[in-house]
């Protein structure tokens, strides 16, 4: 099976937000989304970094949510995509490693990540990077799982709560694959979200 980092991702752009879950196009998906986010997200409004934004369909929710967002990918066409979507509103979206992010000494409330952790080499040194972007008070959103049968790729839920233990003072896991909202179809596998609180 092909992993994350033999992919692509610029020649992917195009098609990216075909996936009911990436594009957000169907209202009731979008719907979904956007109501699980407004509960992963403090109530006021506040500055999100968004890792791995891929075509910005998460950022567009949060800034539709009255949230700061900065958006950071690896693609420079995935990049392109975020910012044609979100053009004309209050967002930076910035080309870079979602693992060491090109953000400087800034300071986030909320780090937000989907579907991007499991690809990374080295997990838990990038929670321990993320913590470090968040003010006090601050939460990582991750929202992650296990994908395939065969020749599953992902991360557990159990093992992601085993990485965030040194860097989290509480960590609450929400199940999501029963939530055909989320996806636009049934799923068997493995999908799940993490809020962490220091």
């Known amino acids: 099976m092909t992993s ?3 992919l692509d991702w610029d020649a992917l752009a195009a098609a990216f937000d075909d996936e009911p ?6 209202p009731e998906v979008r719907d979904a989304w956007a109501r699980r986010l407004r ?7 506040c500055d999100v970094l968004d890792l791995g934004c891929g075509t910005g369909s998460l950022s567009l929710l949060a800034t539709e949510q009255g949230h700061r967002v900065t958006g950071v990918d690896l693609s420079p066409v995935m990049v392109e995509r975020a910012r ?10 910035l080309v870079g490693d979602a693992a060491a992010p090109p953000v400087g000494e800034r300071q986030f409330d909320v780090v937000l990540v ?10 838990g040194r990038a929670l321990r990077h993320w913590r470090g972007l968040l003010r006090p008070g601050g939460r990582l959103v991750l929202v ?3 994908w395939g049968t065969v020749a599953p790729v992902g991360i557990a839920a159990d093992r992601l709560r085993e990485l965030l233990a040194p860097v989290a003072g509480s960590v609450w896991v929400e199940r999501l694959s029963q939530d055909t909202a989320l996806w636009g179809k049934v799923v068997d596998d493995e ?7 220091e």
């Open 114 to 123: 989907r579907h991007v952790l499991w690809a990374l080499p080295d997990p």
């Open 21 to 26: 879950d990436h594009g957000l196009r169907d």
């Open 191 to 197: 999908r799940y979200a993490v809020v962490a609180l």
């Open 84 to 93: 044609a979507k979100l053009a004309g509103r209050d967002v930076v979206f």
């Open 39 to 45: 509960s992963w997200l403090p109530d006021t409004a």
């Open 144 to 146: 992650e799982g296990v």
């Open 4 to 6: 994350a980092n033999d």
